[in-house]
């Protein structure tokens, strides 16, 4: 038969076959070259259905060519299945190049039977296999991409452990366009297990720094971390635990500011979590911003394609900068840097001298990143440190005296919590004593006692035994007052140390309560106990509840306090301008709060300031008009 006749024949024959196949045969023939598949197991024999007779049969028919999709179906899913199983959680090494080998020994053994059917010489078969074997490598790529974008965000959580993941997802990205696809589910991610009032500060940006390094392997130009970090960027400058507007008796106090603090405390090692924020290996360097783009530069490179009008190179290498970089301006951290730095010099005891040189080789560190001029106030703080011991040493040489105060500069240190406690005895004679001997050294100079700050070790000499304790001060004040009774009301107490909060007043009597030292005889009253009583199970302690202990405020003002202070002077500004000049647009305000002393807030934390004006009824906003709620 001449060729004519045999494709007419054959075309007759096709036709009249796929008219006769049921709905089922798709499935069945689908499931036929499911077996022939090779197994992963190297020691299961070959299946029949690889019998090349067999897929002689299925071309002889025309099956290949009208049901080629399936077998490449079946080619994909294999691949997506093996691809699943190997590398699900399994990211400690690069698994491309195995899934590779993997395709090498046992897919394309696979494919030489539908794909490379008349194939006389091997050069001949990687040729006709070259087209179906780019395809399944691609699906390969792509089934890998799926799965670690899938696991990205426990992904970044296992870093450093999952390097292997990111490398696989660097190379896969480069094969196939899943850039977006990856930016929205981490971006999701975050949203939904991380950006929430319940996630801690801390654990933010710990994940934060985390997506940056892992970022920054999968692209190194930066356009995925500026697209990913962005919205934690915000939330961490705008967010319930960013940097919020405080007005005090205005506005209340219902979001705790603790980003930057977390930030300081990683800085100075003041993190009590275990887990640093910073690299260790990281070299120290000064803080660094983006530089203009210098097109002379020969190694100059443009924008990636996919970086967007807003992208902007993130330039700064070093965590701290980019940490740094989530605000307008490194002095927000160099005044809580001063701040926590005050916290920890006060807190320094007598046979703490050392931590004094820490916190000075701490600082000596931070200057080589914000710079000398930027931490000169520390630099006083801690000579106060070293001058207050000289002063002391020096005192105590004239007059031994059991009181050794911490004598600070009072315009170079953050504002401290006061109080209004007077301690009474021998604690008053005791700091006159010490001011007298100040006086005759320091002439020029004035001191004024801070008493609610520090301890006070006690020697307590009852009939029956003696008790030392190292106690806050209004404990020390309230036992020095019993040695002149033994009876005492509340209200008598708080009388004779000054004013004093009543819950602070309670707590600070009932430590010495369960000392055994007092006792407390009716709601209110308590006497000295000079002979130890056995604890009674119906003791009126027992009998009604305690008071609820008030938090014990830090002795320094926190950033977010001292300019909470200043809002209230912002305050006055604002009212006068809304009452005199009636609606106003947020740029307008900006522009004259500038005339106000002191101000130095930018468009956004003013716009959050009337934001939360607005939710305390102050004021009312509309189309972008500010103005009194009358």
């Not at 080789?361 to 000579?383: D, H, P, S, T, Y």
């Not at 009388?495 to 010495?512: H, P, Y």
Request: glycine content about 4%; aromatic content about 8%; hydrophobic content about 40%.
């Amino acid at each position: 038969l001449g060729p004519t006749v045999l494709s007419a024949y054959t075309l007759n024959f096709q036709t009249h076959l796929f008219s006769t196949l049921p709905p089922s045969f798709t499935s069945a023939f689908k499931a036929l070259c499911k077996s022939s598949l090779p197994s992963n197991d190297d020691a299961t024999p070959l299946p029949e259905a690889r019998e090349p007779r067999l897929w002689a049969a299925f071309e002889t028919l025309g099956l290949l060519d009208r049901y080629e999709y399936i077998v490449a179906s079946v080619g994909y899913e294999h691949i997506e299945h093996y691809v699943l199983d190997v590398c699900s959680g399994s990211w400690s090494k690069p698994m491309l190049e195995d899934l590779r080998a993997w395709m090498s020994d046992k897919m394309v053994s696979w494919m030489l039977l539908p794909y490379a059917r008349g194939a006389t010489s091997p050069e001949q078969a990687r040729i006709m296999l070259s087209g179906v074997g780019a395809r399944f490598d691609f699906h390969m790529n792509k089934t890998l991409c799926d799965l670690r974008t899938r696991e990205i965000f426990d992904i970044i959580i296992d870093f450093p452990d999952s390097m292997g993941a990111l490398q696989d997802l660097k190379d896969c990205l480069q094969r196939v366009d899943q850039r977006s696809a990856l930016v929205q589910t981490l971006r999701k991610a975050n949203q939904k297990r991380l950006l929430h009032p319940g996630a801690d500060t801390k654990l933010i940006l710990s994940q934060y720094v985390a997506t940056i390094k892992c970022l920054r392997i999968i692209d190194p130009p930066g356009v995925l971390l500026f697209k990913v970090a962005d919205p934690i960027r915000r939330y961490l400058r705008y967010g319930l635990q960013g940097l919020v507007t405080l007005l005090i008796n205005l506005i209340d106090l219902r979001e705790r500011p603790d980003t930057i603090r977390s930030i300081v405390a990683n800085l100075v090692g003041d993190d009590d979590g275990g887990d640093s924020l910073v690299d260790e290996n990281e070299p120290i360097q000064p803080l660094q911003q983006p530089d203009v783009e210098d097109y002379s530069d020969p190694n100059w490179e443009p924008e990636p394609v996919d970086a967007g009008p807003d992208f902007r190179t993130n330039k700064p290498s070093d965590v701290i900068s980019t940490l740094v970089s989530i605000y307008d301006s490194k002095d927000l951290f160099v005044k809580e840097l001063q701040v926590l730095l005050a916290q920890r010099l006060l807190a320094i005891t007598d046979d703490e001298s050392d931590k004094v040189e820490r916190e000075r080789r701490n600082i000596e560190i931070l200057k080589i990143r914000f710079g000398e001029a930027a931490l000169q106030v520390c630099e006083v703080m801690l000579k106060d440190m070293t001058d207050s011991k000289r002063i002391d040493g020096h005192v105590q040489s004239r007059q031994a005296s059991t009181v050794h105060p911490t004598i600070i500069s009072k315009h170079f240190w953050p504002a401290l919590e006061s109080s209004d406690i007077i301690m009474p005895g021998q604690f008053h004679k005791l700091q006159e004593q010490y001011s007298q001997e100040f006086n005759i050294f320091k002439p020029d100079k004035k001191l004024r006692w801070l008493p609610h700050l520090g301890k006070v070790h006690l020697e307590l000499q009852l009939d029956d035994r003696v008790i030392e304790a190292d106690v806050p001060p209004l404990e020390a004040a309230f036992i020095e007052l019993f040695s002149e009774k033994t009876i005492w009301t509340v209200d008598e107490l708080i009388e004779g140390v000054g004013s004093v909060d009543r819950s602070a007043a309670l707590n600070a009597l009932l430590t010495w309560v369960d000392r055994g030292v007092l006792k407390e005889d009716t709601e209110g009253t308590f006497r000295l106990l000079e002979v130890a009583e056995e604890p009674s199970a119906g003791s009126s302690r027992l009998a009604r509840p305690v008071a609820p202990s008030a938090p014990e405020l830090p002795p320094v003002q926190s950033v977010q306090q001292q300019q909470a202070e200043q809002m209230k002077v912002y305050w006055k500004f604002i009212e006068g301008m809304l009452t005199n000049l009636g609606a106003l647009p947020l740029d307008r305000i900006q522009t004259m709060l500038k005339y106000a002393p002191g101000y130095d807030r930018t468009m956004e934390q003013l716009a959050a300031f009337m934001e939360a004006a607005r939710r305390e009824g102050l004021v009312t906003g509309r189309d972008g008009q500010w103005r009194l709620n009358s």
